[in-house]
């Protein structure tokens, strides 16, 4: 008898009968990475994102990720695993909240910079995007005689002002993944492995930022962790991360961060796409991404400037 096709089999086929690409960002679980035609962070999946020449993009990540690859491909069909995958920055600024910010402050002038954390509406509202990967770079870009105000990540935020020195107004939101590592958990895991660098990401707290040896997007914590001499890393992020580094750095050791409360660090959101529904989105074509023109329209601006300024 000949065996029933397995589901990375009929996903594999499915994708070459819609002529989709898979984007996938790092914090997938490792079936979605080992599948994915690219894996990346923030930035390089917009990039992937504009450049693909497929019908179909199939977006393994959160909300806002395969809004992004939308906007900035309005004839493309954008799918995407479970249309619940949220992010709880994203949900710290309603686009509403801003507008009545701005609209308030109108006498400020600010240059809105908008971490890409966040929703078509959002972006809408803002001047310029950027990722983690590019936030130094955006900010250190924007118009010197204007305030700028910073939304939605106020750790993002923060990091940015310390390396670029630059003032920002700050929006209140946060990762509610990243908030959970604490000074205590990170210092108890540096005691069990005296020798590991400490890499977190910018969405981490001042006081974990602090005990780092290097703060960085996902992407960059690949490079970072290749070129170190250093033997093992703990790895301060959401845990879908070290599946990444041990696959593309296998030499080396990576260490999960703790939490406050728990070994690693899971993202609900992340978490909710799995090998079934990458199957059924591609099957069906739905959950798809749509929004309104006139909002795509005024999103996308913003998202150019950034790929443009991030070259
Ligand atoms: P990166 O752009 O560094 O991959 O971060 C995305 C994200 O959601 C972090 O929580
Ligand atoms: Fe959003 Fe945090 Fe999840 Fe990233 S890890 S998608 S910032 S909730």
């Given at each position: 008898?000949?065996?029933?096709?397995?589901?990375?089999?009929?996903?594999?086929?499915?994708?070459?009968?819609?002529?989709?690409?898979?984007l996938?960002?790092?914090?997938?679980?490792?079936?979605?990475?080992?599948?994915?035609?690219?894996?990346?962070?923030s930035l390089g999946l917009s990039y992937k994102a504009k450049e693909t020449d497929a019908?179909?993009i199939?977006f393994?990540g959160v909300h806002f990720m395969a809004e992004t690859a939308k906007i900035v491909n309005p004839n493309k069909i954008v799918?995407l695993?479970?249309?619940?995958?949220?992010?709880?920055?994203e949900?710290?600024c309603?686009a509403?909240?801003l507008e009545?910010?701005l609209?308030?402050?109108?006498?400020?002038?600010?240059y809105v910079i908008a971490y890409i954390n966040c929703s078509g509406g959002v972006k809408a509202l803002s001047d310029c995007i950027c990722t983690?990967?590019n936030?130094?770079?955006i900010?250190?870009a924007a118009?010197?005689?204007?305030?700028?105000?910073?939304v939605p990540?106020?750790?993002?935020?923060?990091?940015?002002?310390?390396?670029?020195?630059?003032?920002?107004?700050?929006?209140?939101?946060?990762?509610?993944?990243?908030?959970?590592?604490?000074?205590?958990?990170?210092?108890?895991?540096?005691?069990?492995?005296?020798?590991?660098?400490?890499?977190?990401?910018?969405?981490?707290?001042?006081?974990?930022?602090?005990?780092?040896?290097?703060?960085?997007?996902?992407?960059?914590?690949?490079?970072?962790?290749?070129?170190?001499?250093?033997?093992?890393?703990?790895?301060?992020?959401?845990?879908?991360?070290?599946?990444?580094?041990?696959?593309?750095?296998?030499?080396?050791?990576?260490?999960?961060?703790?939490?406050?409360?728990?070994?690693?660090?899971?993202?609900?959101?992340?978490?909710?796409?799995?090998?079934?529904?990458?199957?059924?989105?591609?099957?069906?074509?739905?959950?798809q991404v749509t929004m309104p023109e006139d909002v795509r329209k005024k999103a996308e601006k913003p998202i150019l400037r950034m790929l443009e300024l991030s070259k």
């Amino acid at each position: 008898a000949v065996a029933a096709p397995s589901l990375v089999d009929e996903i594999l086929r499915l994708k070459k009968e819609r002529n989709a690409v898979i984007l996938a960002h790092n914090y997938q679980s490792r079936e979605i990475q080992e599948l994915a035609d690219f894996v990346g962070d923030s930035l390089g999946l917009s990039y992937k994102a504009k450049e693909t020449d497929a019908d179909v993009i199939a977006f393994c990540g959160v909300h806002f990720m395969a809004e992004t690859a939308k906007i900035v491909n309005p004839n493309k069909i954008v799918v995407l695993p479970d249309a619940n995958a949220g992010c709880s920055l994203e949900q710290s600024c309603p686009a509403p909240q801003l507008e009545q910010f701005l609209k308030v402050n109108a006498d400020k002038n600010y240059y809105v910079i908008a971490y890409i954390n966040c929703s078509g509406g959002v972006k809408a509202l803002s001047d310029c995007i950027c990722t983690s990967g590019n936030a130094v770079k955006i900010v250190e870009a924007a118009p010197k005689d204007r305030p700028i105000l910073f939304v939605p990540d106020q750790n993002l935020g923060s990091w940015v002002m310390e390396q670029t020195g630059r003032k920002m107004d700050l929006w209140k939101g946060a990762c509610y993944v990243h908030v959970e590592f604490t000074r205590d958990s990170i210092n108890g895991i540096k005691e069990e492995y005296p020798d590991a660098k400490v890499v977190a990401h910018p969405e981490c707290t001042y006081a974990v930022r602090m005990l780092a040896d290097e703060v960085c997007s996902t992407e960059k914590m690949v490079h970072y962790c290749r070129d170190n001499p250093a033997k093992s890393f703990i790895i301060v992020t959401e845990s879908g991360m070290l599946h990444r580094l041990r696959r593309e750095v296998p030499d080396k050791t990576f260490i999960e961060g703790p939490t406050g409360h728990c070994r690693c660090a899971d993202c609900r959101y992340m978490k909710m796409n799995t090998l079934q529904k990458l199957h059924d989105c591609l099957k069906d074509l739905r959950p798809q991404v749509t929004m309104p023109e006139d909002v795509r329209k005024k999103a996308e601006k913003p998202i150019l400037r950034m790929l443009e300024l991030s070259k």
